[in-house]
């Protein structure tokens, strides 16, 4: 961003084009990999960005923003699906049945399992409302085994249990860029049983031979079944978690891009936070770059980040073991100024923070006073409207110019703790052309 | 619910604490 000032900030037409993945890979600043003074650090890319190591998988040709976002809604779709229903049983209160609103047809949760058994003894895995995956994804590259492999995983703060795509791939795997994980090759390898106790903290599962299966899916019907295993993870060369619990998928099919599988960094006692508490204290921290050409990084430990002033702290709420991060959303600045929206808005529908969602989802009120807000501040600017792109309604023609002001957006938390969202963050652009605001409207005000 | 996703999460770095049971957000961390 070329300039802030407190209403608006300046951006540079090459800081709105998304980068090509053909571009070349940032190099990236003041990161040291490895272990940091009290914890662990990876570097974390953009899925599609040219720093990928899949950045060549799908014959080099990325996801359109149209199949990007639509991706994205199926996934804001199953998240809210998956707290109503937990809601639901929280509050008692049913909630009512609204025909989903997406384009495409969603597997209902009361489809056949697709659990269907490995093996004709194993048991057949109910269907769960799951998780979409989405493709606008961040990875990290993890070890796993002994010799350790490197695998390549989208990493997801809206899942728990980690899985990859397994050796012998008993019944179908997806094509993925990376050796399969050999289990039968690792030493430190082994098969949990099902009477561990480990087995019954998945959220689904079941029982095949004595060994414990477990079954993820997805909400847009991608799914990983297998065996929960236990092996070591080596998140750097310095750093390695014995025995981590995690699924052995022989069962995969889905979206996953040609990735080797998923990190769940969730607050369920799969993930690989709950699980590594003791080592790393239930702390870690994420950075994604301003553009997908950029490196952030993925902290383990208490050093994760610089210090955080409990001034941009706010509490996480809702604490019912399940596994998303919910924090209260309390108001939006617009150019510096606090847009008048009932805090009621924002508390009955609650909020979560997900690194596997693409474009911040709000209650329909809170969006239609951030966007008119947002419209009328640029619209004092004289720049041409442009058509939608998919989701997102309110986008701008910025052919011509070298750099444009927008007008700030913060976000603000339980706690006075405020986002103030950088330049790259109000601004989701297809093109220099179809430059949008980068936020969306949920379907009803207590979604 | 609503949901912040990661295009608003740009360049902070989102501290995750389960134990304190807080969230922190520290700008220009990338």
Known sequence: AAGRGHDHVVLRAEDVLPSPSSSSCDTPREHKHGATSSGTRMPIVHRHGPCSPLADAHGGKPPSHEEILDADQNRAESIQRRVSTTTTAARGKPKRNRPSPSRRQQPSSSAPAPGASLSSSAASLPASSGRALGTGNYVVTIGLGTPAGRYTVVFDTGSDTTWVQCEPCVVVCYEQQEKLFDPARSSTDANISCAAPACSDLYTKGCSGGHCLYGVQYGDGSYSIGFFAMDTLTLSSYDAIKGFRFGCGERNEGLFGEAAGLLGLGRGKTSLPVQAYDKYGGVFAHCFPARSSGTGYLDFGPGSSPAVSTKLTTPMLVDNGLTFYYVGLTGIRVGGKLLSIPPSVFTTAGTIVDSGTVITRLPPAAYSSLRSAFASAIAARGYKKAPALSLLDTCYDFTGMSQVAIPTVSLLFQGGASLDVDASGIIYAASVSQACLGFAANEEDDD | ?30
């Open chain 2, 1 to 30: 619910v609503g949901i912040v996703g990661n295009t608003q999460l740009k360049t902070f770095g989102v501290v995750y604490d389960i134990g304190k049971k807080v969230v922190g957000f520290s700008p220009g961390a990338c």
